[in-house]
C-alpha cells in the first residue's frame, strides 16, 4: 500500500490477481465503501475487520480533539486545562453543543432555561419511588430517562415526519429539559436509596449547587454547600462532558441513525455507560482500594496484576499512550478538596499504587499511566457519595456531549439516515 503523489489518494495492489485501485482520501481515510470495489475470485469483496473499532472511522466531528499521544483534549479546539481554569460546566456544555463559548447574554438565557427545566413530572417521581430499595442509581437513571420518552411523546420529530436541525426550538427545549432534569433524576435516585424524601430544586442556585442541595438538604435553614466542593465537582463535570466516540457516544450516535426520540438516545447512553470498562471504572478503582485495604498488600496485587489475576483500574487508557491531561487536573484538585474534608484515607494508598506503577518497568513499557478516574473515585468518595452513585456523577455532564453528537449526527450530510 502506497500513497499516491498527489497525497489525496491512495493506490492498493491486489497480490491474489494483481489489479491495482486507486482511492480517493477524505481526512487521511479511505472510505470503506471504496473497498467492495477489490474482490477475489469468488466475487467477494473486501471487507475492513475491525471488531473492537480500534482503527475505524464512523464520522467526521468537530465537538473535540484528541491527541492521544501527546495527552492533548479539546473541546472544539479549547484545551481542556483552559476550560478548567477559566470556565464551568454550563458554559462548557453550551460550548460542546452550539460550537462556541456563550456570550453573557446567550449564557444567561441558556443558564435560564436549564434552571426553568429542573422539576420533574410526578410520575417519574412515583417510578423511581417504586424501585427496590438496593437498585442501582445507574439503573434507575436509565430506566427512568427512557420513561421520559413515554411522557413527551411529542419529542420523537421522525414520528411526526419533521427533519431534525440545528437550533431547532423544539430540539432545543429536550435539551434543556434533559440537561436540567438529570441533576433532579439523579439526586432523586439517591435520597430513595438512603430512606429519605426529595428536594426540590431550587431556581435562587447555580447548576452545581442546586444538584447538591438536592443530595444533602434536610432540614438547615442555613444550609450551603462549600465553595470548594461546589468548584471541584463543576471542575470534574467538565472534565467528563465528552471524551470523543467512546462506547457511550458511538451507542446514542448509531441509535439516533433510527431516528428514535432523543430520550431513548440519552437513555442508551446511559447504560452503555454503566459498565466497569467505561463509566463505571472510577466505581472499579474505589472497589479495588478497599480490597488492597493497606500498603502492605500493594506488591502482592501488582504481582497478581502482573500475572494478569487481577486489573489495575485507573491505570491506561485506550486513547492516551501518555498522561491522560484530565487526570493532571483532578490530582492537583484532590488536594483541594482534602484541605477542606480532611485526606480520605484511601488516598494514600492510591498515591503510593500510582508511585510504584509509574516507576515499574512492566508498566512503563506498556505505557499504563494514570487517567482520570483513578483520583475522580477518591475525590468522590470523600465527599461523601456512595460508591455506585459514581457512574451516576459521569453520566450527568456526558450527556452534554451526548446531546452535541445527536445534533451533530443530523446535520452530518454525509450521515445516510
Known sequence: MSKNETKDEITITDHRNGKTFTFKLSNGNVKASDLEKIKDSQGNP????????????????????????????????????TLSAKSNFVETAYLLLYGSLPSKNQLSYFNNKLVNHTYIHTDLEKIIKNFRYDAHPMGMLGATISALSTLHPEANPSLRGEKIYKNSPFLNKQIYRLLGTLPTISAYCYRHRI????????????????????????????????????????????????????CSTSAVRHLASSGVDVYSCIAGGIFALYGPKHGGANEAVLRMLEEIKTKENIDS????????????????????????????????????VFAVLGKEPLIELAVELEKIALTDEYFISKKLYPNVDFYTGVIYKAMGFPTDMFPVLFAIPRTAGWLAHFLEFFNDPENKS
Open 301 to 336: 496485587y501488582i504481582k497478581d496484576v502482573k500475572a494478569k489475576k487481577r486489573v489495575l483500574f485507573g491505570f491506561g487508557h485506550r486513547v492516551y499512550k501518555s498522561y491522560d491531561p484530565r487526570a493532571k487536573i483532578v490530582k492537583s484538585l484532590a488536594d483541594e
Open 195 to 246: 430512606g429519605k424524601p426529595f428536594n426540590q430544586p431550587r431556581n435562587d442556585l447555580g447548576y452545581i449547587e442546586n444538584f447538591l442541595y438536592m443530595l444533602d438538604y434536610l432540614n438547615d435553614s442555613k444550609f450551603s454547600s462549600h465553595p470548594v466542593l461546589v468548584k471541584a465537582l463543576d471542575i470534574l463535570f467538565m472534565l467528563h462532558a465528552e471524551h470523543e466516540l467512546n
Open 46 to 81: 473486501l471487507r475492513s475487520y475491525d471488531p473492537a473499532y480500534m482503527n475505524t472511522v464512523n464520522c467526521t466531528s468537530s465537538i473535540s480533539y484528541i491527541d492521544g499521544d501527546k495527552g492533548i483534549l479539546e473541546y472544539r479546539g479549547i484545551p481542556i486545562e
